[in-house]
């Protein structure tokens, strides 16, 4: 009877250290998601509904609220843990560069007249990969397949040209919330759970 005890505790505590070993993350995945669908519906609409040129801005307004609200959240999230794994690392390190190659991207295919044609499906095909890396990192199949799904959706939309390249922005929208929004949900209730 000893021996069960002792092998359950061990049990117990091992699952406890894999899942904190384990970067949660799931907030950033639900904050970029929710803002990158939110902005580019959002921009879709107005462009739509005023065909103006600085319609196709109002997708920065995800990035103006996103870097500070995740700063928070990272700094919340260093807290909570006291430390930082390898495999946070990677996953924190890899979606820095793709967050930077999207806002500097959009940025420069904006201002180069090309974020319609070229920005918008690059963004897209970014997260999917990113989500795809994450994971299999994190080694959570609904990532996995939420960024197949990304990439998917991103190589979709670059044949979205001439008077269909407006379905971009709601195409977008959908790999946020494909590649980001789901797999956060599900992830979040698996890190919950203990799972």
Aim: hydrophobic letters at 55%; glycine letters at 12%.
């Amino acid at each position: 009877m000893e021996q069960f005890d002792a092998l359950e505790v061990i049990a117990r505590t091992r699952g406890k250290v894999d899942m904190e070993k384990v970067p949660t993350g799931e907030n950033l995945f639900l904050l970029w998601g929710s803002l990158t669908a939110a902005f580019f519906l959002l921009q879709f609409a107005l462009w739509e509904l005023l065909h103006q040129p600085w319609c196709l801005w109002v997708w920065a307004g995800a990035v103006v609220i996103g870097w500070p609200w995740m700063i928070v959240l990272l700094k919340k999230d260093r807290r909570r843990t006291h430390a930082r794994t390898h495999e946070s690392k990677v996953i924190l390190d890899c979606w820095i560069l793709m967050g930077a190659a999207c806002a500097v991207g959009g940025f420069v295919f904006g201002l180069a007249d090309e974020f319609e044609t070229l920005g918008i499906p690059l963004i897209g095909l970014l997260i999917g990969i990113g989500a795809f890396v994450t994971g299999e990192v994190n080694r959570f199949r609904p990532k996995v397949i939420g960024g197949i799904g990304g990439v998917a959706i991103g190589l979709g939309s670059f044949l979205l040209r001439g008077e269909l390249w407006t379905w971009q922005m709601p195409a977008l929208a959908l790999v946020a919330v494909c590649a980001l929004v789901i797999p956060g949900l599900l992830y979040k209730r698996s890190v919950k759970n203990g799972i």
